[in-house]
C-alpha cells in the first residue's frame, strides 16, 4: 500500500494546465467575435473624423484584409495615406495612397469618388495627362458632376502642360 501525500506531481498538473488552456483558448478564439470589414469601416471613419490618421488607415487596411474587393474601403484608405502624407509629407504615404485610390477604381471603374481622388494625386505629382484622362472619364460617367468646371480644367492643362511638376506653395 502506498501513502498519499497530497502533493500531486508538478509535471503532471502542468501539462493538464496548458492542455486545458489550450483548449480554452482554441474555443474561445474561434468563437470571439471578429470585426467584418463593414465594422473596420466604422471605426476607421471615427479615427478620420478624429484627425488620427494613421489610425484609420490602420482600420481601413483590416477592412481591405478581410474583404479585399471593397473598393470603398481601398478609396478610404486612400484619403487616410493623403492626409497623412499632407501631415509627414512622407513620400512613401504618397505613393500608398495612389497605390489604394488605382486598386479601388481598378475593382470597380465605375466608382467616381476614387476617380477623382486617383486624378487629384497624379496631377499634384504632376501627372497632368493621366489627370486629365481621369478627369474625361469621371464627366463621362457623370456629365452633370458639380465639380465639372474643375475636371474640364484637367482635361485642357492636361494637352497643355505635359507632366510638368505643378506649382504646390
Not at 46 to 64: I, L, N, S
Not at 70 to 86: E, T
Not at 125 to 145: C, I, K, T, V, W
Request: aromatic fraction near 8%; proline fraction near 5%.
Amino acid at each position: 500500500m502506498t501513502r498519499s501525500t497530497g502533493k500531486k506531481n508538478s509535471r503532471q498538473v502542468g501539462g493538464i494546465g496548458c492542455t486545458m488552456a489550450a483548449i480554452l483558448f482554441a474555443v474561445w478564439g474561434c468563437n470571439a467575435p471578429r470585426k467584418s470589414a463593414q465594422e473596420w469601416i466604422q471605426q476607421g471613419m471615427r479615427h478620420f473624423q478624429e484627425k488620427e490618421y494613421a489610425r484609420a488607415a490602420d482600420a481601413y487596411v483590416q477592412a481591405v484584409e478581410k474583404e479585399p474587393g471593397n473598393s470603398l474601403a481601398h478609396n478610404l484608405l486612400g484619403m487616410a495615406y493623403r492626409f497623412q502624407y499632407n501631415q509627414s509629407k512622407d513620400p512613401a504615404m504618397r505613393e500608398r495612397e495612389i497605390a489604394a485610390f488605382r486598386r479601388a477604381v481598378e475593382l470597380n471603374p465605375g466608382f467616381i469618388v476614387a476617380i477623382k481622388n486617383l486624378a487629384a494625386s497624379l496631377k499634384r505629382d504632376g501627372n497632368h495627362s493621366e489627370a486629365g484622362a481621369l478627369a474625361r472619364r469621371a464627366l463621362e460617367l457623370y456629365p452633370q458632376d458639380p465639380e465639372k468646371p474643375l475636371l474640364e480644367s484637367w482635361i485642357r492643362q492636361s494637352g497643355e502642360k505635359k507632366d510638368a511638376p505643378e506649382n504646390t506653395q
